[in-house]
């Protein structure tokens, strides 16, 4: 993924008058819009130093700072609210584009005295497009100070830099929201929600990408994309929800299937209706992917008393027994001490006791109870009832399962039915992934469809993950870290042994579930998946001329199975490089193969005459990778050749 850069800063034009007396001092100030989720944790998180206020949801934002000010100015203001691109939520009411002219003599106030000040307003998508920077360059003009905002989501592990001196370290690294108000969406590299590329939050779901993607990060004609959020109607009676897409849709409301239409279309419109409540909140996700030509995806609900509109977000509720009192805008609240915060409950060190784990609230969500000195967590398929490839999410959450973050990803193949007999993958997260996490639900998806897994405590620190489909896992803490290193990265798409020197011998096993004798190799890459020819030519995946580039460059250890069996293998490889996978079909001779005769783990360079790519080799647990050997994914059950293996 691209490195952009995440702030947008414009300089100081000082207008100061040289008759000015007054000396403000170089405090801090930092005020919270009331809406903000979870705002008593960031308000106990406030580093030393800082004087602190909250906007009253009920009043004029932009009136109360200005009186703030008045009594208490600054050369350091932070705005801590809902963003969007060319505008913030301040109070009841907005700063944006359109009213920046109305609130100018307000704004002109805010710094009058102030020499060189600074306004950060820690809000998502700020300076999004010719809006977000429209906005910002002309609120830097009008309030005379340098504006830090964002042009992408704040919140949920990534901030601004200038966070680091307001918040505490873990203040920042376990809030888990963001400061927005929108559909939060994630945005996959394929079809199948398996690959997630990033995630963003959209003020409404209304999308024309032609023949491109929604980020540069993302493959055309590919991809998907979840959204997720909830809707607050104004009205009591039967909504009418119409998706427009061009591919594949599908969308819940209240937790109700309404529209049912994953199959390829131009782009078409699909009705649903459901019985809906006013002022009432209910959760609402939309699944869409993309098979190739044009890429549309629009929502709109309509009623006897709503016009046909775009669907737009509920608006984040405040919290009624949120223990954090609004400032009242002439008086306004005295600063937090974030000297002496209240002093969370004392826990014995426990780096030397064993992990625990335990059922948190209802049945589908894990609570790590004590991590101790655990060193992994583990996830071994034990039964798999899929019929083609699914998707095994985990999630970190709350003990309600709510605020997801998903923080690991593997594919799952069959393995009952005499299909890959004794094959049980386990896939792990690090110490280090564990961490801040407190919660974690796991969630199976198989062509769009999801199920949590239930939890079956099996009495001996282990627990089993039951899912709709039959298919069952165990997890357990493991004090000992693998002997082996995972070396996938990146959904299967590089063998990574740049930690490793010298030598390695590796050792594994093949099963093949395919008609075709496949061979599998591997290549020398870079990093990103690009070859070099004998000349220093540099290939990236999907250029011509990389299939010859990457052929030249195998390491010719020729893998091989043998149908409904399981073949051992051992290989040696050599440290400090990085590796690409191609599947030759059905055994073809690399050297001559065409290109729909060679399979890549670089998906770029799996390309079809309409010029749409596909992902064929897929990871299955650590150092686990199954291959789709058909054209254009064929049944998608990726176990034609499923390789294992481990450093000896």
Known sequence: MPIC???????????????????????????????????????????????THV???????????????????????TLVAHGFSGGINLGASTLELNNLAQYASQLQAWFNLADSPQLTLMACNVAVGNAGAEFVAKLQAISNAKIVASNRPIGNG?????????????????????????????????????????????????????????????????????????????????????????????LWVDGQLIIDQFVDQGTTEHTGTIELQADTQYDIRLDYYEGGGGAVVRLF??????????????????????????????????????????????????DDLDGLLSAATGDNVLEITRLGNAQV???????????????????????????????GAFSVVENENNVLPDFTPTFNL?????????????????????????????????????????????TALKDEVPSSPNLLQDDAAIIDLTNLTGTVS??????????????????VTDADGAVFDTMGNKYMPGDAGYQAAAI?????????????????????LTGGMHLGIFVAVDGVDPEVATTDQILFSHSGENKDKLGRTFDHIKTLGDNTFGVEDQARLGDTDFNDIVISFNVA
């Open 5 to 51: 850069n995440p702030t947008s800063r414009f300089p100081t034009h000082s207008q100061n008058s040289a008759q000015q007396t007054a000396v403000v001092k170089p405090v801090s100030t930092i005020i919270f819009d009331a809406h903000v989720d979870n705002l008593p944790m960031l308000l106990a998180g406030v580093a030393t130093g800082a004087n």
């Open 55 to 77: 906007l009253s949801p009920d009043q004029d934002g932009i009136a109360q700072i200005t009186t703030i000010l008045q009594q208490a100015p600054t050369t350091s203001l």
């Open 158 to 250: 990534y901030w601004l830099p200038e966070a680091t001196q307001l918040f505490e370290a873990a203040t920042l690294q376990n809030y888990r929201h963001t400061l927005a108000d929108g559909f939060t969406g994630e945005y996959y590299n394929d079809r199948e929600f398996g690959e997630l590329a990033l995630t963003r939050v959209d003020s409404s779901i209304d999308f024309d990408w032609g023949d491109s993607s929604p980020d540069e990060s993302i493959e055309p004609d590919t991809f998907s994309v979840r959204w997720t959020g909830k809707i607050e109607p104004k009205f009591s009676e039967t909504y009418t929800f119409k998706t427009a897409s061009d591919d594949g849709v599908r």
């Open 301 to 350: 609900w309509s009623s006897a008393s709503l016009p046909e509109e775009l669907v737009t977000p509920a608006p984040e509720a405040v919290d009624p027994v949120d223990p954090v009192d609004p400032v009242d805008p002439v008086d306004p609240v005295d600063p937090v001490d974030p000297v002496d915060p209240a002093e969370p409950p004392e826990t014995p060190a426990n």
């Open 377 to 407: 967590f583990s996830l071994t398929v034990e039964i798999s009832k899929i019929l083609t490839v699914g998707s095994l999410k985990i999630f970190s959450t709350d003990e309600n399962g709510n605020n997801r973050t998903q923080i």
């Open 430 to 474: 690090l110490r280090n992934d564990l961490l801040s996490v407190t919660h974690l639900q796991f969630e199976l998806e198989e062509k769009g469809l999801t199920s949590l897994g239930k939890l079956e405590d099996l009495g001996d620190g282990t627990f089993s993950l039951v899912f709709e489909d039959g298919t069952q896992l165990t």
């Open 506 to 523: 590796i050792s594994g096993e093949i099963r093949r579930e395919a008609s075709m004798d496949n061979l599998v190799d591997l290549y």
């Open 552 to 572: 030249s460059n195998r390491l010719n250890i020729n893998l091989t199975g043998d149908h409904g069996k399981t073949k051992s293998f051992d290989a040696t």
